[in-house]
């Protein structure tokens, strides 16, 4: 197999894990109640169930955005968010569980079908991340999978504290 064929291999893989990890959160979230969302967190500055499923519903369209820079730009700035920020400006635990899981159902289709049309020409393109500098599209597949599984470690702590309440 050649180099170009096992890379293709990988992000075919990373795009998969895509639609695994949304699927995985419906089931660890399949019995978890709003009050148990909207109340245990991961330490005493931590956050709720609800504020990391917004968080993962918002990042969902970031990312995406920065992609289709990355794919119509020349090497472009990507921008920064304050995501902390964001978990208060935008109210996050005052959302309803279901419906944030439901726009995140609704988002990631998009976000998939984004990277399945990229020519092997387009996986190689790039922009500078703020945090970490040299970005391509295909760095971008394989953040959202770790993005993914960080927070769904982050929300399985948090419903194990609940669970033992």
């Excluded at 978890?32 to 330490?43: M, S």
């Excluded at 726009?103 to 984004?114: C, D, G, H």
């Excluded at 599209?137 to 960080?150: E, F, K, N, R, S």
Aim: glycine share 4%; hydrophobic share 40%.
């Amino acid at each position: 197999m050649s180099n170009h064929d096992q890379l293709a291999l990988v992000r075919q893989r990373h795009i998969h894990l895509m639609q695994l990890t949304l699927d995985t959160l419906g089931h660890v979230l399949s019995d978890v109640t709003q009050a148990q969302a909207t109340t245990f967190r991961d330490g005493p500055d931590g956050w709720t169930v609800v504020e990391v499923l917004c968080h993962l519903r918002d990042y969902d369209q970031i990312f995406l955005e920065r992609a289709i820079m990355m794919r119509d730009g020349d090497f472009p700035l990507l921008p920064i968010y304050d995501h902390e920020a964001m978990v208060i400006e935008r109210n996050y635990n005052s959302n309803d569980l279901r419906t944030v899981y439901a726009a995140l159902q609704e988002s990631r289709p998009r976000f998939i079908a984004f990277f399945q049309a990229l020519t092997p020409e387009q996986w190689e393109k790039a922009g500078t991340h703020p945090e970490r500098g040299y970005f391509s599209l295909t760095d971008a597949a394989m953040q959202v999978g770790i993005h993914d599984v960080t927070h769904l470690e982050q929300i399985t702590r948090i419903l194990l504290q609940a669970k033992g309440q």
